[in-house]
């Protein structure tokens, strides 16, 4: 008679995984234009995760376990950085969707997927049909992990074994615009007109980037690509978060935990430009003021002190600011002593430098 272990090994009878896989839900195909496959392009991205049981954010991030942290989850999700996300045991009901962000990345194979994660550790009675399903909602399927692991037997996985999930999502831009591509589930009784206004998308944009030519085909459980519009980012493109995309409605802190930029203004406004401004904390360095005496995120007439981005090493952070429109921000013109004056790449900038103390 075989161990336990090794009966366990074979999760689910093969009769009853082609009786599940044949049900499976199919994610979209969240592809990427060839010249993102070709140099690897990473983005943001995220999945609209109802969750199974009551839970918390804490617990997510453990269980999605990818480059995002609590504090990118309540950003995704417009709730306050304040929250005691250290160790709350504040639920979220079951069925609740939470958005969960990741990095994507676009592979050589024109197909976008989460980078490095969530690893799932398989646990007593799993199956692949039952974890693309019911753990992570169906945003995968099996054959997707059975891939992403090099599983050739997909009725054979053992207890305690590690699998890449691969999250669909893209980086490529809609229209000629940046987006964050949203994976979505869709919900009983929902229709693409109801969808599409939910998220402030064009309709005929939503059925486009699905290649949706019937929108009663529209099913439940369908995973639906929802580009979501973003503000626009005065974010250089040699700074290393260069490619932050943030939906209306959402923030995020970067520059290493010293700027936090979010898109929560005029919702829907498809011009909002990204407002960002100093995290206060000592480890980080004073951020520069721009050309007219402008702090971050402060503006004076027509102009706006705008994030440009941030370049760091093993021993320094350094932070960029720069002058632009000020999208109708009313903010009070205030005095304040300018900083020195730095190129970043062929153009006047303002920077200030932090040495840090190497390992910390």
């Not at 207890?159 to 949203?182: E, F, T």
């Amino acid at each position: 008679m075989p161990s336990l272990a090794g009966r366990l090994q074979v999760v689910i009878p093969a009769v009853a995984l082609l009786f599940v896989f044949a049900s499976s839900a199919s994610a979209a195909n969240f592809t990427c234009a060839a010249a993102a496959a070709a140099l690897g392009t990473t983005c943001n991205a995220a999945i609209a995760y109802a969750v199974p049981n009551a839970t918390t954010y804490s617990e997510l991030v453990v269980r999605f376990n990818t480059t995002s942290t609590i504090a990118d989850l309540l950003g995704a999700n417009g709730l306050p950085p304040t929250y005691d996300y250290e160790d709350s045991s504040t639920p979220i009901t079951a069925e609740t969707v939470v958005r969960v962000p990741f990095r994507c990345r676009c592979g050589r194979n024109g197909v976008g997927e989460s980078v490095g994660g969530p690893i799932y550790v398989v646990q007593p009675m799993d199956g692949l049909d039952h974890i693309a399903r019911d753990v992570f909602d169906a945003f995968v399927t099996y054959q997707e992990i059975a891939t992403a692991n090099n599983i050739s037997d997909v009725n054979l996985i053992q207890i305690g074994q590690k699998l890449r999930i691969p999250l669909p999502c893209s980086c490529d831009q809609v229209d000629g615009a940046d987006v964050m591509h949203l994976a979505y589930s869709v919900a009983e009784g929902e229709d693409s007109p109801g969808i599409a206004a939910k998220f402030g998308v064009a309709e005929n944009t939503l059925l486009s980037v699905n290649k949706i030519t019937d929108p009663k085909s529209l099913q439940q459980g369908q995973i639906l690509d929802v580009p979501l519009p973003v503000c626009n980012s005065s974010i250089d493109h040699l700074s290393a978060d260069h490619n932050l995309l943030l939906p209306y409605g959402t923030y995020a802190v970067t520059a290493q935990g010293c700027v936090q930029c979010s898109c929560m203004i005029d919702q829907w406004n498809k011009d909002q430009q990204l407002d960002c401004v100093p995290v206060q904390d000592e480890k980080c360095p004073a951020v520069p003021v721009c050309t007219g005496a402008l702090k971050l995120g402060q503006a004076c007439g027509s102009k706006m002190c705008a994030y440009e981005g941030y370049v760091s090493d093993s021993t320094s952070l350094t932070i960029y600011t720069t002058l632009v429109a000020a999208d109708n921000k009313t903010s009070r013109c205030q005095n304040v002593s300018a900083g020195p004056l730095i190129d970043l790449s062929g153009g006047s900038r303002r920077q200030n430098k932090l040495i840090l103390k190497v390992g910390t």
